[in-house]
């Protein structure tokens, strides 16, 4: 995977059309393809040599599958295209947060960016040493500053002057020095599909001022217990354009600069995530043109990259296996009724994100139709897709949704007590269950039936 676009784009068996499958679209000639990873092989879609409608067999549905060779492909291709400049690949664990994945993640050389203790204790339980961590989140708390701080993290991302202030507490009182990043909000506007996933802009909550920023550096000198280590942007997500990371680069270089002139000596530069992917098989962002542009404005400065990539590293290498329940027409519409909707996968209805949705088993006979794949909660936002033309599947029938590995199960709920589905790795030809099913006793667990008021009390309710 040499190409250089964070998404190589369809592969050779039977590409989707551009911009396939949204509504109005055009349906696809041949079946469509999930990307690299998930080929069709004699008419079934296949998970490096498994075919999936095997694994759904196996492991039952809805599942999320991951190829574990995509996963680890996509971080070396990060490596190779920094290759130029000293790079920390800190994944975003936010992405995708099952042990096993950032277990290979870590082992192939990545570090971690968290936002909560949770996400700490996770990564630190794949194997992934806390040097190589990055604290982000606009409401850390003093236990996890504390604990982040006992293992001896990389460094705070800081997001506001009295968050710095109460972290210089938490090391004073441990006799300690806090690492620290400044997180800059560096005013940009960031092209991406909705504006929850935009955050480089003035008016979101991340991040400090420029000008705000600035004068906290140059309070570094009174301040013992902090070590202002770095620097750190972050402009949103599934952002596809080089152009957006280049104005904040130029920003946040040009403070590194002038931070630097006052004698705090930086070590590193934070770029953030937010490389963007191709949800329709299109190419996502252009990593060499990112590369190239950093790296050498880095290099001449002696400056260590980070970037904390999340999406484009499990993005694609995963896919969510879907069994068809039911079909109805109403309205004039034709529904397609899935064991999966928003409590697996969230992206469709919370952001109206756009995934392929393909059958597992390719029948050149099947009807084509307009349907709205549906999810089975009682909400009328639950769906995977709507105005979909796809080879019009029967109850039974297994379908594929694409790109699911990032946001997937890492914002699965358990709405309408629903059990979150099971995970499985593909690797080195074999599926490994990496996550149980839940059960209704997972959920139960933790709730409590407080005695019955006794009449006596006079506090019981009619
Ligand atoms: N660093 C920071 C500080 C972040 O807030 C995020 C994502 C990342 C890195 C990783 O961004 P990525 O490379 O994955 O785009 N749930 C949304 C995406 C939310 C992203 C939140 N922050 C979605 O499904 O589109």
Redesign the pocket.
Known sequence: MGEGVLSPGAGSSGAAPPGGGGAGAAPPAGPADLGPGFPWVQGGLTCRGLSLEGLARRFGTPLYVYDAQGIADRVHRFQEAFQGVDLLLAY?V??NGNLAVLNRIGLAGAGA?I?SAGELERALRAGIPASRMVF?GVGKTVREMERALEVGIHAF?VESEEELNVLEGVARRRGERAPVGIRVNPDVESPTP?H??A?GHATSKFGIPVTRALELYRTAPERPHLWFRGIDV?IG??IVAVEPYLAALDTVLEMTDRIRADGVSLEYLDL????GVGYRGEGGLPLDRLAGAVTERLRERGLRLIL?????IVGEAGVLLTRVLYRKESGGKRFVITDAGMTELL?PSH?G?WHRVVPVLHDPAAPEAVVDVVGPVCESGDFLALDRPLAHPGAGDLLAVGTAG??GFS?ASNYNARCRPAEVLVESGRALLIRRREEVEDLLRGEVIPPAPSPESGDHTP
């Open positions: 975003s936010k992405a960016d936002v982000a991302h909705h929850y996933t955050t972050h997500s599934q953030g995530g937010g490389f904390e990539p999340g999406r484009s992206r952001y994100g990032a946001y914002m």
